[in-house]
């Protein structure tokens, strides 16, 4: 097990107005670091004031992307209290991306025990105000001083955490979807099904195209045939079809979201029929035009769920629920928050306390 050195910050910075949140620009006071080196493992586990990384200019993050990362909350409850939603599941999945590029693995309770001790040291930034949070950013990368391409025999597992606020400053409002025809965003037998920084580099450029054309994000189709509905954006998909919830089958370019599985088991424990299966975007437009599709959404971490108001799909539009969010993508809404936020109680065993 680690040994966790404790450095306090003598200059703790004032507390954010919580009304001007947002995502990911406001960082705590301090962060988690910790080095590996080929043959003495994981060392130095220490909590310090949060500061710049100095690196070597030939550090192989810098020259072949060796990044991966994670993503989950922590929430301020109602008695004043702080917890995790399933960090278990972030740890698990990290050390899948850790396999995946060759980058050490970190045991399941060094890194929940990092997660948790960082997570007490910054406590009073978790919000107190509805629907905010604190995001924690766990990330790793491979930290050699030298270019030749090879696995990494250094490497630096860190988090940082920023006080976030609500996603949804104005409701639950429906997106616009464009389904992406041209870029792809992983291949089976690539790194679609970890959460690396490439991935996200190379899905910049369809996000900005879509941007620009008034679309909040992308529907990704698979990378062979362009025919298969994968994800939209950084999150999972789901639809409900004559009353049956189908969301993309884990078929190796797809990230596994624990938000995605979590809708799952709600689902599922509310009697809901869901299907993991391949479905096409042909399949998706004929539920469009004969008017089966009931709702779609998306799903992850940070939107929690997003409904899904209208796709583009070849320069047609076709709109979703009435441009309304359905019963169901309330129903997840509402409990998957209400588990987070300790409104509701937690059948699954999910929360964790800090
Ligand atoms: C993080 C992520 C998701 C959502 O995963 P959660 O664990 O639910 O936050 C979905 N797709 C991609 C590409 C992601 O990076």
């Not at 620009?25 to 100095?54: C, L, Q």
């Not at 060796?66 to 929430?75: M, N, R, S, T, V």
């Not at 910054?122 to 030749?148: C, K, T």
Request: charged share 25%; net charge negative; hydrophobic share 40%.
């Amino acid at each position: 097990m680690i040994d966790i050195k404790i450095t306090k910050t003598t200059c703790p910075k004032a507390k954010p107005d919580e009304s001007e949140l947002g995502f990911g620009k406001i960082f705590t006071d301090h962060m988690f670091i910790m080095e590996y080196d080929a043959g003495k493992g994981w060392h130095d586990a220490r909590i310090v004031p949060f500061a710049n990384f100095s690196i070597h200019p030939s550090s192989t993050v810098l020259h072949y992307g060796e990044e991966i990362f994670e993503g989950l909350k922590a929430y301020r409850i109602a008695d004043g209290s702080v917890q995790l939603f399933r960090p278990i599941e972030n740890v698990r999945r990290m050390n899948s991306s850790a396999d995946r590029l060759c980058l050490p693995a970190i045991e399941e309770e060094d890194a929940l025990k990092a997660i948790t001790a960082f997570v007490k040291v910054e406590q009073d930034w978790v919000p107190h105000s509805e629907g905010a949070s604190l995001y924690i950013r766990p990330f790793m990368f491979g930290n050699d001083p030298h270019l030749g391409v090879h696995t990494v025999q250094s490497a630096v597992f860190s988090i940082i955490a920023s006080p976030s606020g609500s996603y949804y400053e104005e409701g639950l409002n429906p997106v616009k979807i464009l389904i992406e025809d041209q870029d792809v965003r992983a291949v089976r037998g690539g790194t679609g099904y970890i959460k690396c920084g490439g991935n996200y580099a190379a899905s910049t450029r369809a996000g900005h195209r879509a941007e620009q054309k008034g679309y909040s994000q992308v529907l990704w189709l698979d990378g062979v045939e362009r025919k298969y509905i994968e994800e939209v954006g950084a999150m999972n998909v789901m639809f409900k079809i004559n009353g049956e919830v189908i969301t993309p089958a884990l078929t190796g370019s797809i990230l596994p979201g624990i938000t995605r599985k979590s809708c799952i088991e709600v689902l599922k424990s509310k009697g809901y029929k869901v299907t993991e299966r391949l479905i096409s975007v042909d399949e998706l437009k004929d539920a469009m035009a004969n008017g089966s599709l009931e709702e779609a959404w998306g799903c992850g971490t940070a939107a929690v769920v997003s409904p899904i108001g209208m796709f583009m799909y070849k320069d047609v539009e076709y709109p979703v629920c009435g441009q309304r969010i359905g019963e169901t993508t309330q129903m997840l809404y509402d409990t998957l928050t209400g588990i987070q936020y300790g409104k509701i109680k937690d059948p699954f065993g999910w929360t964790v306390k800090i």
